[in-house]
């Protein structure tokens, strides 16, 4: 099964930015959905971005106009560029993958595969 490592996370300010990224092992990285997830504390954990395998995207509300998530296929690394973050963007963020099909590219069931996540801070 493939190995998801995420980097990135850090400790920012808000109105910052950051960039996350997962690396994915392994030789099916075309073909798998994925997706960055986050999780803060005494909260469930949510979905924040997914790219489909066919270039599709789609984020949480709470992330649109700020977040960009893309793949590059070549270092088989998936990306989350977040601008403009808030103190409440603050949670472990998670990438996961899977190749199944997709209904709901926001909710963690569909994923089976998972990094071990990066932590994101921001300060006010």
């Known amino acids: 099964q493939p190995q998801l490592v995420e980097s990135g996370g850090g400790s920012v300010q808000a109105g910052e930015s950051l960039r996350l990224s997962c690396t994915v092992s392994g030789y099916f990285f075309n073909n798998y959905y994925m997706g960055w997830f986050r999780q803060a504390p005494g909260k469930g954990r949510e979905g924040v971005a997914a790219a489909g395998v066919d270039g599709s995207t789609t984020y949480a509300d709470s992330v649109k106009g700020r977040f960009t998530v893309s793949k590059d296929y070549a270092t088989k690394t998936l990306y989350l560029q977040m601008n403009n973050l808030k103190p409440e963007d603050t949670a472990m963020y998670y990438c996961?993958?899977?190749?199944?099909?997709?209904?709901?590219?926001?909710?963690?069931?569909?994923?089976?595969?998972w990094g071990q996540g990066t932590q994101v801070t921001v300060s006010s």
């Open positions: 996961a993958a899977t190749t199944t099909v997709v209904v709901w590219p926001l909710l963690d069931s569909d994923y089976h595969y």
